[in-house]
């Protein structure tokens, strides 16, 4: 019981925390918001009950018209120059704020997504609390403020037409009772009802967004048009949407209800009570005057109102309180490897060794497994062997996107823990497997940001030494050209293996000491993987070259070679000397090349 009243506690704080940062990115959204709630509150107030108890009474006391008229006038002036403020509001600050908002928003939350693990990442619990941070934080931010100055302004505001209330009759105050009671019962009620039935629906949601993407995005245009997938997703996609509908049906009766009793108890019985109350004190007792009959009605329709939109806020509040939780929780998660701690600048890398490491990821299944091995000098060198050896991981593992379990890796004879992690991340550059072209141009894709003297010259040179160079200064607008046409009609769609050597390139672009290539000829044909692999071994001077491959036909010219087999290293040496030992590397290799060589030819190339 304690736990839920501290977590509702801090879901409704949330609401304080999304005022405290959009006041540190938006001071003036901030205090336009507050002054915008109190003229609408001390506006309702006043027309509804002061400027209507003025003009009555002036009436009843044969007041001058040109006094009424004056009263009125100027009510009309104020109300008219409100309504330019609020129109001020919505057509220049709010645009301009909600811009600024937006941006500083998602920059904190793209930072802080950059930072965290790449772990995180394949956590799902973790990634839905990242893609539920990221589903309109900033209006939910937005709205949460706005709803938390509506229940602080607005319960001032009803205290104020309480007051006004209880100055013509303090026993009319109890029939407030009422709408108090009904809001904060029922609308408690509404509140869980409206929290089970999102919970309910949150995987139906999943699956309906999931589909929305498989049939919007281009990556899938092709499976969907040859393939019978079509029918399927829609099948997931109603069968989802059928659940939604079930959800609905499961709290439809428990809302009518709770939502007819919250409305009887805040306007029906208070309405119908106060009327007989002071038709009694009109008629009966004539102890209240027309006046303040009218007075009185509309005081209590205004307190009622107010109590009702007050209630209504804080559900509300409640509502982008559990939004908002996913962004707190994301932004407040702190790093295991935090990219901005002090640490030792690194210098140029000399030798990388991996000594005794073991690795696992969460389902607790060794990856990594007593692994060992040494690289000294500016050579090339190839982690090769069948799919799921810990090749891949091993890279994951030196880029410091994970932590050993056990054992040490060392650069330049230090652990790389003692290195400040973003200058030590730029000591390499990669060319990884799973590889992401962007929708920017050819030249962006290349260079990815670095900054440098001469960014044309350096992105040439990078696309010769990857073989692309002569596709792409065939297009129109050479290096210019957009990839993708996600946003220009004019852009350039390459084939796959195109696309790859443009990845390789960012690696030969990049002043690195350490260049990494995964697989990066799976998408090649065999005469263009021995040209990439030819112009690997040609940039290799001043730097190590790591390449990982399970083709073995680019790794002869390697100074070393180290095969894998369940996460460690079970032969090591030059491919000659792994084919003279005839141990996994040479019977991999064998059965390799007989799929490429005649018999004559595979002998002599295993003989090299």
């Known amino acids: 019981m304690k736990e839920k009243k501290e977590s509702r506690v801090r879901i409704f704080g949330n609401n304080f925390y999304a005022l405290k940062t959009l006041w540190q990115i938006s001071k003036s959204r901030v205090i336009h918001m507050a002054v915008s709630n109190i003229l609408h509150y001390v506006q309702w107030i006043f027309m509804s009950i002061y400027f209507l108890r003025y003009v009555i009474g002036a009436i009843e006391n044969e007041a001058p018209f040109g006094e009424i008229m004056t009263v009125i006038g100027i009510c009309f002036a104020v109300c008219c120059s409100t309504a330019i403020y609020w129109s001020y509001l919505k057509a220049t600050v709010y645009p301009y704020t909600e811009n600024k908002i937006y941006r500083c928003l998602y920059r904190k939350l793209y930072t802080k997504a950059r930072n965290v693990e790449l772990r995180c990442f394949e956590d799902a619990e973790f990634y839905n609390r990242y893609t539920m941070a990221l589903e309109n934080s900033a209006d939910k931010m937005i709205s949460s403020v706005r709803m938390l100055f509506e229940v602080l302004f607005g319960a001032v505001a009803a205290l104020a037409a309480f007051w006004s209330m209880f100055s013509i009759d303090p026993y009319s105050v109890l029939f407030v009772i009422s709408p108090i009671i009904g809001n904060f019962v029922f ?52 069968d989802a949407m059928d659940s939604n509908v079930k959800v609905a049906d499961k709290y439809a009766g428990k809302g009518i209800v709770y939502n007819w009793a919250q409305n009887v108890t805040t306007f029906a019985l208070v309405f119908e009570g106060i009327m007989i109350y002071s038709a009694y004190r009109t008629i009966v007792s004539q102890t209240m005057s027309l006046a303040e009959l009218a007075i009185m009605f509309s005081a209590m329709n205004t307190s009622s109102w107010m109590l009702f939109c007050m209630f209504n806020n804080i559900t509300e509040a409640m509502k982008n309180g559990q939004f908002l939780e996913y962004f707190r929780t994301f932004m407040e998660y702190e790093e295991k490897i935090p990219e901005d701690m002090d640490g030792i600048i690194p210098e140029k890398i000399r030798s990388v060794e991996f000594k005794n490491v073991c690795f696992e990821y969460k389902e607790n299944k060794p990856v990594i497994n007593n692994l060992s091995f040494k690289i000294e000098g500016e050579k090339v060198c190839a982690l090769v062997g069948h799919n799921g050896a810990g090749k891949s991981t091993i890279i994951k593992l030196l880029f410091r996107l994970y932590d050993p379990t056990s054992g040490e890796i060392l650069v330049n004879g230090i652990n790389i823990k003692e290195y400040n992690l973003k200058a030590y991340r730029r000591q390499f550059s990669a060319a990884f497997q799973d590889y992401r072209v962007m929708a920017m141009t050819v030249r962006d894709n290349v260079i990815m940001g670095e900054k440098l003297d001469e960014p044309n010259e350096t992105a040439k040179r990078a696309l010769k030494c990857a073989g692309v160079w002569d596709k792409i200064s065939s297009l ?86 180290f095969m894998l087999e369940n996460g460690t290293v079970i032969e090591q040496g030059t491919h000659r000397q792994l084919m003279a030992m005839g141990g996994k590397y040479c019977e991999m290799f064998t059965k390799q090349a007989q799929n490429y060589l005649a018999d004559e030819n595979y002998k002599e190339g295993a003989a090299v």
């Open 187 to 238: 609308g408690r009620l509404m509140n869980k009802i409206w929290g089970g039935r999102y919970a309910d629906t949150v995987k139906n949601n999943r699956i309906a967004d999931y589909v929305n993407r498989v049939m919007h995005l281009a990556e899938y245009a092709k499976e969907i048009r040859y393939s019978n997938i079509h029918s399927l997703m829609m099948k997931r996609y109603n």
């Open 476 to 561: 129109p607008d050479g290096m210019d050209t957009v990839m993708t046409k996600e946003f220009d009609n004019n852009g350039a769609v390459l084939s796959g293996g195109e696309q790859q050597k443009i990845v390789v390139a960012r690696a030969f672009a990049q002043q690195t000491s350490l260049k990494i290539f995964d697989e990066p000829s799976s998408a090649l044909d065999p005469i263009a993987e021995y040209e990439l692999y030819k112009g690997i071994m040609n940039e290799s001077k001043g730097h190590i070259t790591l390449f990982i491959s399970h083709r073995l036909s680019s790794v002869k010219d390697a100074d070393e070679v």
